[in-house]
């Protein structure tokens, strides 16, 4: 089911998606959500992280530091946990389970998918990254994960300890 097809569904028609945003949209809703489309990127000790919690760029980098204490994986995996996003917890609205969840989840992933990818290629042109959408597993909903591939993720001094 693509994205036209699971909008119809939510709000019942054709085009439903398209009219639903001219109908009952507004400038400042939008807004809102272009942080959603078009997030905050922040470099961390050479990582990106891409922020979607309403962090300050400094309170992303202490919250990172906060998780080195005990944290078992590499700098690598940290970096990589955090720019782990299961779409269905994006927000905090719930409305209970419906029967296409599941295809809205995806629907909504690959358009962040696509548009995450131009916002690190604007953001760090010199940089590569891999943006995967990714089938539910292993207790995990529908979920995307950024990950920088070149140059490679190098490990701090602090983090060594």
Request: proline share 3%.
């Amino acid at each position: 089911m693509g994205r036209d097809e699971v909008a119809g569904e939510v709000f019942g028609g054709e085009r439903a998606g398209e009219v639903r945003v001219w109908e009952e949209g507004d400038a400042v809703t939008a807004l809102k959500y272009s942080y959603l489309f078009w997030p905050c990127l922040v470099e961390v000790d050479g990582a990106v992280f891409v922020r979607l919690d309403g962090n300050s760029d400094s309170g992303l980098a202490e919250l990172v530091k906060e998780r080195a204490v005990g944290y078992r994986g590499g700098w690598a995996d940290c970096v990589d946990s955090y720019n782990r996003f299961e779409v269905e917890q994006l927000f905090r609205a719930w409305h209970g389970q419906r029967e296409w969840d599941g295809e809205l989840h995806w629907e909504l992933g690959e358009v962040l998918v696509r548009t995450w990818r131009a916002r690190l290629a604007e953001g760090y042109p010199d940089r590569r990254f891999e943006v995967l959408l990714l089938e539910p597993e292993d207790g995990f909903g529908t979920r995307i994960d950024v990950r920088q591939v070149t140059p490679a993720v190098v490990t701090p001094d602090w983090w060594r300890g």
